[in-house]
């Protein structure tokens, strides 16, 4: 059984910065390309970032551009989501997903396999 388990959500100031992890068991976690993605109350789930099986390449909604940064530890089984200079829009519950189809790598439907989510809440 494939499972993800966020961690590193929480209260943190406008201005300032968390980083949130990802570990996975159950799957070959190198073989598989991961993305982010956010849900803000009141919204539906999107995207935030990809991140290559290889951790080569990484792709970014335009809204954390510059902000937001995806990696991964690939011997620790790990993807992470550094996020800098939160803004209150930025609150959100925060998944990770393991990607299961190539060319949907920006889409929900693209993603099989997903955590339970991460609370993250800015505060101004």
């Known amino acids: 059984q494939v499972l993800l388990v966020e961690s590193g959500g929480g209260l943190v100031q406008a201005g300032g910065s968390l980083r949130l992890s990802c570990a996975a068991s159950?799957?070959?976690?190198?073989?598989?390309?991961m993305g982010w993605f956010g849900q803000a109350p009141g919204k539906e789930r999107e995207f935030v970032g990809f991140?290559?099986?290889?951790?080569?390449?990484?792709s970014y909604a335009d809204s954390v551009k510059g902000r937001f940064t995806i990696s991964r530890d690939n011997a620790k089984n790990t993807v992470y989501l550094q996020m800098n200079s939160l803004k209150p829009d930025d609150t959100a519950v925060y998944y990770c997903?393991?990607?299961?189809?190539?060319?949907?790598?920006?889409?929900?439907?693209?993603?099989?396999?997903w955590g339970q989510g991460t609370q993250v809440t800015v505060s101004s």
């Open positions: 159950g799957l070959t976690f190198s073989g598989y390309a």
């Open positions: 991140i290559s099986a290889s951790g080569a390449t990484t």
């Open positions: 997903a393991a990607n299961t189809k190539f060319t949907g790598w920006n889409r929900i439907s693209g993603y099989d396999y």
